[in-house]
C-alpha cells in the first residue's frame, strides 16, 4: 500500500470514530427523571436510585442516559419540565419527589412509560386503574406520605404529651394537603388535641407561619409531609429549633438534619426501587403489567441531641420502637 493511500485510509478512519461513538451513544436508552425536590438535597437518593438501576443492570454513562429535572419545590414549574421530557422522546420518565411530580408526567404523555413515586392513592389520582393491574403507561411505589399524619400526630403527643396545643405546618399549594388536614383534624378530634394550622408554601411564609405559631402559643410541632418542605428541611428545623419546639416529620432527613423526631417510610429504599423498575422498563416491560407496590420499610429516628438541647424526655416506649438514635 502506497503512503499516501495508508494517511488517506487513516484520516478517514479518524473520522469515522467520532461518527461512531455518536452513533452508539444516540442509541443509549434515556431516562427523564424529574423531581418536584431540589438536586442539592437529593444526592443520597439519586445514589439510592443508581444503585437500583445497577441492580437492574444499568449504569449512568455506560448503557443509559439520564436527563434530570428539578421543580425546587415550584409545582409550577413541573408541567413544562414534563413536557420538556416528553419532547425530548426519553424511554422513560421516573416520577417522584411527592405526587405533583408524576401528576405532571401523566398529564404530558399517554404514551412514554411513567414510573412514579406517590404519597396517596394512585388509583383516585388517575394514575392508575387499579394496584395489580395499572392498565395504561404508568406505575409505580406507594410511599403512604399523604396518609401517616394521624400516627404521626399521635407520636408527638407522645413526645410532648399534656400540651395544650400543637402546630401544624401544611402547604396549601399541595394536591394532597386538603386531605391531610382533614386527617389531622379528625385524630385531634377523636383525642381533644387542640390544634392550630400554619399555611407556608414560600420561604417567607415559612417565617410566617413560624411567628404565628408562637404568637398563638403551640407547645410541638407537626410538619406535614410535602416536597417544598423537604427542600427547605434545614430551614425548617433551624426555626423549629430558634422557638424551641418539639417536632415530628415525615422523613429520616429530618432527625440527620436535627429535627427531633422522623417517623415515615425509608425514601432512599424508596429510590432504590424506583431505580429497579426504571430498569425494568428499559428491559422491555411494561408498565400495565407491573402492579403498583407498597413500600414496607417503615423507620423512627429519634435526635437525643437535640431532646436535650430542648430539655425533651424521650419515653421508654418510644426510645424501644426508635430505629436509630443519633446522640
Do not use: C
Amino acid at each position: 500500500m502506497k503512503r499516501r493511500q495508508f494517511i488517506t485510509l487513516l484520516g478517514g478512519a479518524a473520522v469515522a470514530w467520532p461518527l461512531v461513538a455518536r452513533a452508539q451513544q444516540s442509541a443509549m436508552p434515556v431516562i427523564g427523571f424529574m423531581s418536584a425536590r431540589s438536586a442539592e438535597e437529593s444526592a443520597h437518593l439519586l445514589e439510592a436510585f443508581h444503585r437500583g438501576l445497577k441492580e437492574g443492570g444499568f449504569v449512568e454513562g455506560q448503557n443509559v442516559a439520564i436527563e434530570f429535572r428539578w421543580a425546587q419545590g415550584d409545582y409550577a414549574r413541573l408541567p413544562a419540565l414534563a413536557a420538556d421530557l416528553v419532547s425530548r422522546r426519553v424511554n422513560v420518565i421516573t416520577a417522584v419527589g411527592g405526587d405533583p411530580s408524576p401528576l405532571a408526567a401523566k398529564r404530558a404523555t399517554s404514551t412514554i412509560p411513567i414510573v412514579f413515586g406517590i404519597g396517596g392513592d394512585p388509583v383516585s389520582a388517575g394514575l392508575v386503574e387499579s394496584f395489580n393491574r395499572p392498565g395504561g403507561n404508568a406505575t409505580g411505589f406507594i410511599v403512604l406520605t399523604n396518609v401517616m399524619e394521624p400516627k404521626r400526630l399521635g407520636l408527638l403527643r407522645e413526645l410532648a404529651p399534656g400540651v395544650p396545643l400543637v402546630g401544624v405546618l401544611v402547604n396549601p399549594n399541595f394536591p394532597a394537603a386538603t386531605r391531610q388536614l382533614q386527617q389531622i383534624e379528625e385524630a385531634a378530634r377523636t383525642v381533644g388535641q387542640r390544634i392550630v394550622v400554619g399555611n407556608a408554601s414560600t420561604d417567607a411564609e415559612l417565617d410566617a407561619a413560624f411567628a404565628f405559631f408562637i404568637r398563638e402559643g403551640t407547645g410541638a410541632l407537626l410538619v406535614a409531609g410535602d416536597p417544598f418542605f423537604d427542600s427547605r428541611r434545614e430551614r425548617i428545623v433551624a426555626l423549629a429549633a430558634q422557638q424551641r419546639l418539639p417536632a415530628i416529620y415525615h422523613f429520616r432527613e429530618y432527625a440527620v438534619a436535627g429535627g427531633l423526631l422522623s417517623y415515615g417510610v425509608s425514601i432512599t429504599e424508596g429510590y432504590r426501587q424506583f431505580g429497579l423498575y426504571t430498569a425494568n422498563i428499559l428491559k422491555g416491560a411494561k408498565p400495565a403489567d407491573l402492579p403498583v407496590q407498597l413500600a414496607t420499610k417503615f423507620e423512627m429516628i429519634i435526635n437525643l441531641k437535640t431532646a436535650k438541647t430542648l430539655d425533651v424526655r424521650i419515653s421508654d416506649n418510644l426510645l424501644s420502637l426508635a430505629d436509630e438514635v443519633i446522640q
